[in-house]
């Protein structure tokens, strides 16, 4: 079955960099979750997008931002980037805006240096 | 708002012997609750959940949970762990709105298995 694809898969990038990391949900999938996972800390939401609205916002910096495209796909751009943005950022996708039916993808690591 | 708490950081079981981890929610209604488990650097794999039904409800590699309500906890249980099983496990509770709320996960536990 299709899962989540997440690109890239690791990223480095420098101080003040920009990035932008890309989730494709899995086909039909209209809604999808973006979490923050720091080393070795939880998994933090950050922000939802359902039918390429915002749907619920958690702890996203200022300096993020996120879209959801036509094609439901999304990206998350992260501007000004700081040593503390290194972390694992998962994508999830659900078939409708639903709490309980998230599927994860695999995760970019991204390293800030 | 809730939140879950996850009493035990670390816990060290012999392979064979039996499991439980367990977690606590705070919600104002019927949450939804998750068991995720992460090996290092790797994703999120969903081991069982529970939104309505039967209180005990069985996941993927032997896992149970069992939802208590008066007791707001949700653990984890395997009658006899094996090395594989040793990874970090989050307990995660969901909104039952219909929103496309995120969900709100525990610190974690990290399992050690003893040969």
């Known amino acids: 079955a299709a899962g989540v694809i997440q690109s890239p898969r690791h990223l480095i990038k420098e101080k003040r960099e920009t990035a932008t990391l890309k989730c494709y949900p899995i086909p039909r999938h209209d809604t999808v979750y973006w979490y923050q996972q720091g080393p070795g800390q939880d998994p933090q939401f950050l922000i939802s997008f359902y039918e390429k609205m915002q749907s619920d916002k958690g702890s996203i910096p200022d300096r993020f931002s996120a879209q959801q495209f036509s094609d439901y796909h999304s990206e998350l751009n992260m501007s000004s980037l700081e040593l503390g943005d290194s972390a694992l950022y998962f994508c999830?996708?659900?078939?409708?805006?639903?709490?309980?039916?998230?599927?994860f993808g695999p995760g970019t690591r991204l390293t800030v240096t | 708002a809730q939140s879950v708490t996850q009493p035990d950081i670390h816990i060290t079981v012999s392979e064979g012997a039996s499991l439980e981890l367990r977690c606590n929610y705070s919600?104002?209604?019927?949450?939804?609750l998750f068991w995720y488990v992460q090996s290092p650097g790797q994703g999120l794999q969903l081991l069982l959940k529970y939104f309505s039904g039967d209180t005990l409800v069985q996941g993927i590699k032997g896992f149970e949970a069992e939802f208590k309500r008066s007791q707001s906890s949700f653990n984890l249980r395997k009658p006899s762990v094996h090395w594989s099983d040793a990874a970090e496990y989050f307990c995660a509770v969901g909104a039952s709105g219909g929103g496309a709320d995120g969900l709100t996960f525990g610190k974690g536990t990290h399992l050690i298995i003893q040969p």
């Open positions: 919600y104002g209604a019927t949450p939804y």
């Open positions: 999830a996708s659900s078939k409708r805006p639903s709490s309980h039916e998230q599927y």
